[in-house]
């Protein structure tokens, strides 16, 4: 394999928690930007209750004005249950993400219910969007960890993946929710995983909290995983640990497979003007590396 | 393998770019500190003109109160010319740490001459040492590549390290000096250099400038790697990069260590006190991500 797809989720996962709101207007310009560099994977909203995240309650909008305007990019959106399904219908997706946690205090804090319960209800979720022609990819959160329960049983993780696959989903994505992944369990657990549901992709959603996202990310590639979330600047994931960033950023990303010789097809220096626009309108530096080493280019110490 | 030997720099690397001067009663806690956490090699200083570097000025001092009290912990520092060795040896050092550029450029900068030619003092300064009865290091600056030169040889890279081994030392050090160096890069050249010097220790000195400290130190691992440079915090590295950190940070290497069951003997909440030590003298947080965890604790999202 000479090739990775990253699908930027900054739109999405790295907006979500930000104090400050971007207008439609704005979110079409970055959006605009990113495909520009080379991205053709996006995560852009959220089909949930504005309520809950109101920094994504223009998605209907917004997938509406891009959807015939960008024919050769994977536009998809985050949907959590049926109200959500309802309303990417009637925006006529073609793709959808999907969630759900292996964790039962986190799945229990997010729905109620533990997490082989909550498994039930996002079968036929995914059963239902699959029915509607929409393709479905299913993120497992806390694939490698937990912070209130520690390690989750790989078993678990498998059996999860291997039913959401039997459902229909056409991707699983284990999401390092919590930071907690280490390069040799990421390797493990892929190998187990890519091994259980022949067909499927297996995409990762690393998140930087301890400092091992790319780490991890290198390890994922090795264990044979194409496809990578990322945020560009690192924008997102775990806004409660100061100086702690979450998702990894897409730049890094791309100069980690530039300089592995595996094609992103991204261009880094046109990604980090997109960095730029990020930093100006959310007024702080992002975590992501690259951007600062192009700007300083040769005018650092050796 | 199930350990490595993490050799902290934070007195060295760390502070030598600092504009705030420690004395020699703060590094000596420092010391101690780190001690205590565990550490049971540190880079603690350098003997090079004080003009040079002000803030190591103080290294034979600094050696001269601990050398008796340690006995079980390598004290090394930095020595580049004769007239260090001499200040080494009225010190009674027992380690060394040298340092040469496989980079012409920055060879040149630095010692006015090209690597090559540089290598020729450097081994009778190797042999010099040896003779004294001290053990030497020898870092192998821009080994991954060079921001003036880009990629360098790896022939390049092999020959100055088997020409060093032949004088007498013990241990090469790989320095990725520029941050430019990649894992499957790390992996490659660690395993010729492992191959071409047998009966010698191969070490890893990783800057983080482009963010793959962590997964460079990984590959290197995984190669067979058995000694990582660390600086606590991540303190030092290239100061001319805005935002960029420079060494990979103890606490997250132990971190990284920690959780793929890899031995380091340090006790990362000790560790990561001397983390707070520094960022109170110098009066901001420093890059590594460890401790900001820590103290987030439960606090933080999952």
Redesign the interface.
């Known amino acids: 394999m000479t090739w990775v797809i990253l699908e930027d989720v900054s739109l999405r996962d790295g907006l979500q928690f930000e104090q400050k709101f971007l207008p439609l207007e704005e979110k079409l310009i970055l959006f605009h930007l990113l495909v520009n560099a080379g991205l053709k994977r996006l995560q852009v909203g959220s089909f949930v209750h504005p309520e809950l995240i109101p920094q994504t309650a223009d998605t209907d909008e917004f997938v509406r004005v891009i959807k015939d305007e960008y024919p050769d990019i994977l536009v998809t959106a985050l949907v959590l249950n049926g109200k959500g399904l309802e309303r990417a219908r009637d925006c006529q997706m073609s793709h959808l993400t999907m969630s759900i946690s292996a964790?039962d205090?986190?799945s229990r804090?997010n729905v109620n219910r533990p997490s082989l319960e909550a498994l039930t209800d996002m079968i036929e979720l995914v059963k239902s969007a699959v029915d509607s022609g929409i393709q479905v990819r299913v993120g497992i959160?806390?694939a490698f960890g937990?912070?209130?329960e520690g390690a989750i049983s790989e078993d678990k993780i498998v059996e999860m993946a291997s039913r959401l696959a039997e459902s229909g989903a056409v991707e699983l994505n284990l999401a390092d929710?919590?930071?907690?992944g280490?390069?040799?369990?990421v390797k493990r657990l892929v190998k187990r995983v890519i091994h259980a549901v022949p067909g499927r992709s297996i995409s990762l959603h690393l998140h930087?909290?301890?400092?091992?996202g790319?780490?991890n990310?290198?390890?994922g590639y090795e264990a044979g995983v194409e496809i990578f979330d990322v945020s560009a600047g690192g924008l997102g994931g775990?806004?409660?640990?100061?100086?702690?960033s979450g998702n990894v950023?897409t730049e890094?990303a791309v100069?980690?497979f530039d300089?592995?010789?595996v094609h992103t097809g991204i261009d880094i220096e046109v990604l980090c003007k997109v960095v730029d626009r990020y930093e100006e309108l959310l007024g702080r530096?992002l975590p992501?590396?690259?951007n600062?080493?192009i700007?300083?280019q040769?005018?650092?110490?050796?």
């Open positions: 964790s205090s986190h804090r959160q806390c937990c912070v209130y929710t919590t930071g907690m280490h390069p040799m369990q930087d909290t301890r400092g091992l790319i780490a990310m290198m390890a775990c806004p409660f640990v100061l100086g702690a950023p890094d100069n980690l300089q592995s010789g530096l992501g590396r690259m600062r080493v700007k300083a040769n005018g650092f110490c050796p």
